[in-house]
């Protein structure tokens, strides 16, 4: 069963730090560029970062740049999303994506976790 599965939200203070990790299970993570997209309740999906399969390309949507850094490990079939400087409209429910022929489509979601920025 291929399965992605997002860890790390919670509720964080304007300007804190989370780390939100992405582990695969049933196919390999590696094989895979990945992307971050995050969602807001009754709000379309935002694509938030992007990372090639070796990690040595990376992409970031201008309203998190400088504050938000992808990496992958896939020794350990895990991807990461670093998120410093929070701002409250960071708040959303956080997906990792496995991209299909480009990150414009997924050929698989995890479950999402949520990230609340609030004081």
């Known amino acids: 069963e291929v399965r992605l599965v997002e860890s790390g939200g919670g509720l964080v203070q304007p300007g804190g730090s989370l780390r939100l990790s992405c582990t695969a299970s049933?196919?390999?993570?590696?094989?895979?560029?990945m992307s971050w997209v995050r969602q807001v309740p009754g709000k379309g999906p935002e694509w938030v970062s992007a990372?090639?399969?070796?990690?040595?390309?990376?992409h970031y949507a201008d309203s998190v740049k400088g504050r938000f850094t992808i990496s992958r490990d896939n020794a350990k079939n895990t991807l990461y999303l670093q998120m410093n400087s929070l701002k409250p409209e960071d708040s959303a429910v956080y997906y990792c994506a496995a991209c299909g022929s480009s990150c414009l489509e997924y050929d698989y979601w995890g479950q999402g976790t949520q990230v609340t920025v609030s004081s």
């Open positions: 049933g196919f390999t993570l590696g094989n895979y560029d």
């Open positions: 990372i090639a399969t070796d990690g040595g390309n990376v």
